[in-house]
């Protein structure tokens, strides 16, 4: 599980989970979100959102991943400043993985 800051004071946090950042991962969800600038806006956000509401309509296999996904994006305290940090923590969380997977190849 991890926390992601939600307001530039800190009071305000949301709890994210590895399947969370599994489903970013497996639709491709992160990939092109920022502008040309790399800001992340209140457009930004809702266009995230509603992507992921296009791939539970079109969804043929369980949209169960998804719609937990959704308890995030649509969480009261989530922002454009909690989504780049949602970005921050999966680009994190994909370096981890890079680096477990290294380390059980030579493992091997």
Do not use: H
Not at 30 to 54: P, W, Y
Not at 77 to 86: A, D, E, I
């Amino acid at each position: 599980m991890y926390t992601i800051q939600a307001n530039a004071s800190g009071t305000r946090t949301i709890e994210v989970t590895e399947s969370n950042l599994q489903t970013i991962k497996k639709y491709s969800l992160f990939m092109q979100i920022a502008d040309s600038t790399g800001n992340i806006s209140v457009e930004t956000l809702d266009k995230l959102r509603f992507t992921v509401r296009s791939l539970i309509a079109s969804c043929e296999e369980d949209s169960k991943a998804l719609l937990e996904l959704c308890l995030v994006l649509y969480d009261d305290n989530m922002k454009p400043l909690g989504l780049g940090n949602l970005i921050e923590c999966y680009n994190k969380w994909e370096e981890e993985q890079a680096a477990l997977a290294t380390e059980n190849t030579e493992n091997e």
